[in-house]
C-alpha cells in the first residue's frame, strides 16, 4: 500500500472513531468466558448459564466461548487476565478464589490485574451428614460426636484451604472441637463420599448434595447464612430449604459464610466497556434461564456491582486474610 | 424384566428421523475431533455445548454422546497411522497398531480397531442396561481406599507383565510419577515442581506429553532411520475391510476378557485410559500370542479398544447415577445436563426415565452408526500412508504443533510437547519402555490423592486398604498380578527342576 494511501486511511479512522467511541461500547467480535474451573464444576456451571442467558435471549448478538483454565485452582485463568491486560473482549468468571488464591500461593497476578464487574448470585455452604451411617440426625448430636472422639469425625470438602477447609476450621473454633479435613477434587465428590458413609460430613453449596438428600443418603444440618434460605417447596423428608436451621440458631456460632460468584474483566480495559458489561450482566441475572439457576441452586439473589462489588472485595478479602493468618496458610513473605 | 420395556420405550424416543439425523452429525463431527490430536472429545464436547441450549434436553445429549463416540473412534485412527493418539485412551492402540500399519497392513489395523471397538461398546451398553439400577449402589461403596485399589491393580498388572528389564520399567513409571506430581497439589494446596512458571502451575497436560513422547519421539527416529516409512506399500483394497471384520471373531477369549476389564474400569472410578491399558497388559500376559504383542499383533490392537470402548460407555452410568463423571468428557455432559436444568444423580431415573432411557437407547444407535460411518473412512485414511515421508513427515510435525497448542491455547506447551518429544527418542534408543510413564501420569495424581485421602480417613492406619471384603479382593488381586512373574518363575523353574536358577532371577526382580 502506498504510503498516501495508509495516510488517507488513517484519516478516516481518525474521523470515524470519536463518534463510534462517543456512542455506547458494543462488542464487534465474539467474547470469551474463562471459567475457573473445569468442565462441570461450580464456576464452570455459572459461566455457561451466563452464556446461555445472554445468548437465548439475545442480550449479546456476538458469539460467546466458554474456554476452562482451572490449572492451578483455578489460578490460570487470573494469570491469563493478566496477560491479556486491556482487552475488553474476555470475562472471567470466578469466586472469592480471584483473591483468595494470592494469599497462600505465590503467585504472578494480584488483584491489580483484575477490573472487578459484578458478583452476580451468592451460593450459600451448608452441613451436611449421612443421618443413617453416622446415626447424627442434628447439629447438637454432631457437636456432641465430635466432643467424644476428637479428631474422628472426617469431614470433607473441596480442595485444600479456600473456602471449605476454612469453613471447618471456623467450625471448630466455634465449637470447641477437633475435625479432621479431607480434600476432594470437588464438593459433589466429598458429596459422595458421605453419602456413601466413607465420611462422616462435609460443607458445600446446596446443588451439590440436593440429589442426594433426595435420594435419603444426605441431610442438611444447618446453613451458615444469618437468616433460613427463603425457598418454601417441599425437597425430601417433608422438609423444604426454609425448614433447615442456621448453623447459627442450631449452635455453630458461624453466622454468614456466603460464596460469591463473581465477574471479572482484565485491568484498564475501557469505561465504557466496563459500563456495559454490568448492565449486560444485570440484565443476565433478570432472565428466566439465571432465575432457574439461582432456584435449583437455592442461591442468594443478591447483585453487587460497582462500588458495593468493591468494597465487598476489600472486607471480603481481609476477613479471609486474618482466618488465613489464624491458620498459619499465608504464604511466607518474601 | 421392567428394564427392558423401558428400553424399549427409549428406542421409540431415540429412533425418530431427527434423532437418528442428530446421531450422524455428532458422530460425523465427533471424528474430525478425535482425528486431531489435543483437541480430543472434552474439547469438542464443550466446543457443541452451547449449541444445545436451545435444543431439549433428549435431542441435546444425543448429539454431544454421538460426538463422544465419533471421537472415542477418531482417536485410534492416529494412533495407528502416525503413532500420536488423538485421544489418552487410545495410547496403548499404538504398542500394536503403527507397528501393522507400519508393516503396510493398515487398512487390517484400522478394521480390526473399529470392529472391536464397536462390539466393546456394545458390551458396555448391555451391561448399562441390565444393571443400571444396581451400579449407583455400588458405586457408592468406593471410598477414598477402593479408589486407591482399583489403581493400584491397574499399575501391578503393567508391572507384572512388563517384559525387558524391571528396573528399567520401575524407572519410566517413576518418572510418569514426577510429572504427574507438577501444579498444585490436592490435598495441601501447595504448588509442586513448579519452580515458579506460571505455566506449569495447572500441571503437564498428559495430552501434551503424548504429543511428544509418542509422534514427534517417533519422527525423530523414523528421520534418523533414513526416511523410510514402509506405509507407502499399503495397498488399497476395500475386500480388506470385509475380510477384517470377518477375523475378528477369531479373537473371541481377548474380546470377552477385554470387554469385561473395560466394564469393570468403567463403573469403578478406574476409566477408559487405565481401563485400555490393562487390558492390553493382561492379554499380553495371558493370550497365547503374548510374546508377538508390540510387534504388530492383531490382538494387541483388539484388547485395548473394546476395553477403551466398554469403559468409554459403562463410564457415563455414574455420571448419570451420582453425578461423578467417569471422564473428561462425561464431566462436560454433566455440565450441558445442569444448564439443561436436570441434575444427575440417583434420582434422575425416576424422575426422568424418558431421557434416561432414551440416552441410553440412542448409545445403541449411535454406536452402530459409528462403527459404518468409520469403516467408510477407511479407505481415506489408509490413502493418506500412501503419500511420500517427505510429505506426511511435516504433515504430522503441523498436526502434533497444533494439538499441543490446542490443548489450552498456551504456546508454552508447544515447547513442552518438544521436549517429550526429546525424551521419547531417548527412551526409545536406550530402550527404555514409554507405557508405564504413559501410565504413571494418567493415574499418578488420581492415585496419590486417593491414597492420602484414605490414609487421613484412617488416621494413618493402612489396615484401611483391607477393611471389607471390596478393598481387601482388589488389594490382593493386585499384589498377585505383581507376583505373577515371580510365581510363574518359581513354577517353571520347578517344572524344570531348575529352582535355584528361578529363584535367584526372582530376587534380582
Known sequence: ??????????????????????????????????????????????????????????????????ANKAGGSGAETFIYAKSNKGDPYKLYFGTQDAYVLPLANKLSYSLKDLTPVAALVFDPFILWVNPKASGIEDVKGFIAKAKEAPGQIKLGGAKAKEADETLMTLIERSTGTDLTYIPYKSGSEAAIQVAGGHITANV?????????????????????????????????????????????????????????????????????????????????????????YEERGAQIPRMLTGDAFKDFIKKHEASYAEMYKANGWLKAAE | MGNFGQLMDGFAVALTTHHVMIMVMGVLLGLIVGVLPGLGAPNGVSLLLPLTFTMDPISAIILLTSMYWGALFGGSTTSILFNIPGEPSSVATTFDGYPMAKQGQAV??????????????????IVITLLSSW????????????????????????????????????????????????????????????????????????????????????????????????????????????????????????????????????????????????????????????????KGEPEGIVAPETADHSAGSCALLPMLALGIPGSATAAVMMGGLMIWGLSPGPMLFSTRPD????????????????????????????????????????????????????????????????????????????????????????????????FRQAMLTSDGSPAIFFSNPLVSTMMGLGILLLCLPLITAVFKGGLFGRAGDAGAQGRSA
Not at chain 1, 263 to 283: F, G, H, N, S
Open chain 1, 204 to 292: 458445600n453449596n446446596p446443588s451439590e448434595s440436593v440429589e442426594q438428600w433426595k435420594a435419603g443418603v444426605q441431610k442438611p444440618l444447618c446453613v451458615f447464612e444469618s437468616e433460613r434460605l427463603a425457598d418454601k417447596t417441599v425437597i425430601a423428608d417433608g422438609m423444604s430449604w426454609n425448614d433447615v436451621p442456621t448453623c447459627v440458631e442450631a449452635g455453630i456460632n458461624v453466622p454468614s459464610f456466603a460464596q460469591p460468584r463473581t465477574v471479572w474483566a482484565a485491568a484498564d480495559i475501557p469505561p465504557e466497556a466496563l459500563a456495559y458489561y454490568v448492565e449486560l450482566m444485570t440484565k443476565a441475572v433478570a432472565t428466566p434461564e439465571f432465575k432457574g
Open chain 1, 1 to 66: 500500500m502506498p504510503s498516501h494511501a495508509l495516510t488517507a486511511f488513517a484519516l478516516t479512522l481518525t474521523v470515524a472513531l470519536p463518534g463510534a467511541a462517543l456512542a455506547e461500547w458494543q462488542p464487534n467480535r465474539p467474547v470469551e468466558f474463562v471459567a475457573a474451573a473445569g468442565p462441570g464444576g461450580g464456576t464452570d456451571t455459572f459461566a455457561r448459564v451466563v452464556q446461555s442467558a445472554l445468548s437465548k435471549n439475545e442480550l449479546l448478538t456476538t458469539p460467546i466461548i466458554v
Open chain 2, 108 to 125: 487390517r489395523a484400522l478394521t480390526l480397531a473399529f470392529t472391536s471397538a464397536g462390539l466393546g461398546a456394545l458390551t458396555g451398553v
Open chain 2, 355 to 450: 431421557f434416561v432411557w432414551g440416552l441410553i437407547a440412542s448409545m445403541y444407535m449411535g454406536n452402530i452408526i459409528a462403527v459404518v460411518l468409520v469403516l467408510a473412512t477407511v479407505p481415506l485414511f489408509a490413502f493418506i500412508l500412501r503419500a511420500p515421508f517427505t510429505v506426511v513427515g511435516p504433515m504430522i510435525t503441523i498436526v502434533c504443533v497444533i494439538g499441543a497448542y490446542t490443548v489450552a491455547n498456551h504456546v508454552f506447551d508447544i515447547w513442552l510437547a518438544l521436549a517429550f518429544g526429546i525424551v521419547g527418542y531417548v527412551f526409545k534408543k536406550l530402550d527404555y519402555p514409554l507405557a508405564p510413564f504413559v501410565l504413571a501420569m494418567v493415574l499418578g495424581d488420581k492415585a496419590e490423592d486417593a
Open chain 2, 135 to 294: 451400579v449407583a449402589s455400588f458405586a457408592m461403596r468406593f471410598g477414598a481406599a477402593e479408589y486407591f485399589a482399583v489403581y493400584f491393580m491397574a499399575f501391578a498388572s503393567f508391572i507384572g507383565m512388563a517384559g525387558g528389564s524391571p528396573f528399567k520399567t520401575l524407572v519410566s513409571m517413576m518418572l510418569g510419577f514426577a510429572a504427574a506430581t507438577v501444579g498444585i497439589d490436592t490435598i495441601s494446596g501447595e504448588s509442586r515442581l513448579t519452580f515458579e512458571f506460571d505455566e506449569l502451575i495447572g500441571g503437564i497436560s498428559f495430552l501434551i506429553a503424548v504429543i511428544g513422547l509418542f509422534g514427534l519421539g517417533e519422527l525423530l527416529l523414523t528421520m534418523e532411520e533414513g526416511l523410510k516409512f514402509e506405509g507407502v506399500k499399503a495397498k488399497l483394497d476395500i475386500r480388506t475391510i470385509a475380510r477384517t471384520v470377518a477375523e475378528v471373531p477369531r479373537y473371541w477369549v481377548t474380546l470377552v476378557r477385554s470387554a469385561l476389564i473395560g466394564c469393570w474400569m468403567g463403573i469403578t472410578p478406574g476409566g477408559p485410559t487405565a481401563a485400555s491399558f490393562m487390558s492390553y497388559a493382561l492379554g499380553r500376559r495371558f493370550s497365547r500370542r503374548g510374546k508377538y504383542f508390540g
